[in-house]
């Protein structure tokens, strides 16, 4: 609970305010309530203000403050993170340097296909920045109307596009970043090419607020395809998916930029708890993918995927497939697919499992670790969906909501444990996109290599010496 003795003194309150002034502090209750817990309502802080600098000048000012006087803070984007790396610690000492007025797109170059935007800009706003100039920016996210660019580069964002486009991290060209101490580092190159020397913007991009707060980037521009195609497959175990996976990329190439997966009872939780959805397929099957292909020319996407699907139809692959050919038929697909996140908040208690393999080792794990799940939990409901065509599954375990949390706390730790060591011996990743924060911190620990743990505990000790940036996350 909120330890009074810890909280802000005056004279600190008094040197924020006069940084940022009224519209930039804010101390009342109600106002700091949203910013104190996350966003799937699972961790609960108590912060002890919340600062909103309006440009980075500002950030900095605040920032050498809190050096000075070794305050914690925890910076804050759109507050959609599933870690909850943005959420403070319940001490009522750790500030929240929220970014949402950061908020300028400072320039758009078509001809260098570059976007530099600040930290709080809205993924959705960057997308209709490039959009505006005839350009494309491919990052793709459910919560992009919410989240902003700072927390998609401290999160290194995934989403739907990876497959063709990449993580945020490949749409990164440069970064501003405003140090604990409270120093600028300048790096807003708009280069494709820069060999001067370790790569800090790859440090700090995935940092999750730990090593400085990110204030603006320079984002890559794509070209626009005109041309979008979804379908919707229905197959009968993963297997086939993999095989669909990979002749669609043979044949499609560059064309194929989304290949999502989703099993039965992911799809039969949307249906039940998100409005206007329809099943996508007359029947039911045990595995489902939603697929996409985008052109930047006019060219026969239809008659490209026709014939890949009728072939897969053929060999016994694809059971069932529809296909999307207008907007609202595409997006009514999409909406299925972006409710899962929504309908595992209304349906109960999901133990998520934000997990990377080599592609190839999906169907063998998914056996495995569906079999691993039963053993420790014989009742769990296994909602299972992801972004398969970059091998990043969702593998999330959903119990009801009236389950107390006690009784979750028996099993939940050898459920992480069976599903992670599992996919540890697959070489794989136990944080694919969403980040570590505080729920993977401790697990962090058990996998890593000692080597690989101390060479980021001696990065974090060199930038963050005070342990101001966001204390409780990640390391
Ligand atoms: P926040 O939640 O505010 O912060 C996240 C982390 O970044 C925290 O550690 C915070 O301290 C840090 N941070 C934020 N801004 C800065 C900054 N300027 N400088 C330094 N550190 C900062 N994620 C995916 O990867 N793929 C998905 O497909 C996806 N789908 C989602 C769908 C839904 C419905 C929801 C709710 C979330 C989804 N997410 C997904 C998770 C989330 O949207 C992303 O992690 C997103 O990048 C977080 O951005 P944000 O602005 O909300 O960051
Ligand atoms: C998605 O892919 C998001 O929809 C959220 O990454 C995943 O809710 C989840 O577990
Ligand atoms: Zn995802």
Redo the contacts with the bound molecule.
């Keep these: 609970m909120s330890d009074p003795t810890r909280a802000l003194s005056t004279s600190f309150l008094q040197k924020l305010h006069a940084i940022v002034g009224d519209a930039g502090l804010v101390q009342d209750e109600q106002a700091k309530a949203a910013c104190d817990v996350d966003?799937l309502k699972k961790w609960q802080g108590v912060s002890s203000a919340v600062v909103r600098p309006a440009n980075t000048a500002e950030v900095a000012a605040v920032m050498r403050l809190c050096h000075e006087t070794r305050t914690p803070v925890?910076?804050?984007?759109?507050?959609?993170?599933?870690s909850g790396?943005?959420t403070p610690d319940d001490s009522g000492a750790q500030l929240i340097l929220s970014?949402t007025r950061l908020k300028q797109i400072r320039e758009v170059d078509p001809l260098n296909n570059t976007v530099t935007v600040e930290?709080g800009v809205l993924l959705a706003n960057v997308q209709s920045a490039a959009d505006d100039v005839n350009r494309y920016f491919p990052l793709s996210?459910?919560?992009e109307g919410?989240?902003?660019i700072?927390?998609?580069l401290?999160?290194n964002?995934?989403?739907?596009a990876v497959l063709r486009y990449g993580n945020t991290r490949d749409l990164v060209l440069g970064i501003e970043v405003v140090l604990p101490n409270g120093d600028i580092w300048n790096g807003l190159r708009a280069l494709r090419k820069d060999n001067t020397g370790y790569s800090l913007r790859d440090l700090f991009i995935g940092s999750?607020?730990t090593l400085g707060?990110?204030t603006a980037a320079v984002l890559k521009l794509f070209p626009k395809p005109t041309t979008r195609l979804s379908a919707w497959l229905g197959c009968d175990d993963m297997d086939a998916l993999l095989e669909v996976l990979a002749r669609m990329r043979n044949d499609c190439g560059d064309r194929l930029v989304a290949f999502e997966m989703l099993t039965e009872d992911a799809l039969a939780l949307v249906l039940e708890h998100v409005t206007d959805v329809r099943r996508p397929l007359a029947g039911k099957h045990p595995y489902h993918a939603l697929v996409e292909l985008a052109d930047t020319r006019d060219a026969e996407l239809g008659s490209l995927l026709e014939s890949v699907l009728e072939k897969a139809m053929e060999d016994g692959l694809v059971q069932d497939a529809a296909i999307g050919a207008n907007l609202a038929q595409r997006q009514a697909f999409w909406k299925v697919r972006e409710g899962i996140?929504?309908a595992q908040v209304r349906a109960g208690k999901a133990i998520k499992h934000d997990i990377a393999l080599p592609i190839s080792s999906l169907p063998g794990f998914v056996d495995r670790a569906v079999d691993a799940v039963k053993q420790v939990k014989p009742d769990a409901r296994v909602i299972n969906f992801g972004h398969m065509g970059d091998g990043n599954l969702h593998f999330n375990v959903l119990v009801p909501l009236d389950t107390p949390d006690a009784e979750l706390k028996s099993w939940i730790h050898a459920l992480n444990r069976v599903v992670h060591d599992l996919v540890s011996a697959s070489n794989g990743s136990i944080s694919a996109?969403?980040?570590v924060?505080q729920l993977r911190r401790d697990e962090l620990r058990h996998y890593k290599s000692e080597t690989e743990f101390g060479l980021m505990m001696l990065i974090k000790q060199s930038l963050d010496p005070n342990q101001i940036m966001?204390p409780g996350?990640l390391i």
């Excluded at 925890?74 to 599933?82: A, C, E, L, R």
């Excluded at 964002?157 to 739907?160: D, E, F, P, V, Y």
Aim: proline fraction near 0%; charged fraction near 5%; aromatic fraction near 2%.
């Design positions: 966003w925890v910076t804050q984007g759109g507050n959609t993170g599933m790396g943005a970014t930290a996210l459910g919560s919410s989240c902003t700072g927390g998609n401290a999160t964002a995934g989403g739907i999750e607020g707060v990110v996140s929504q996109e969403h980040g924060g966001n996350k």
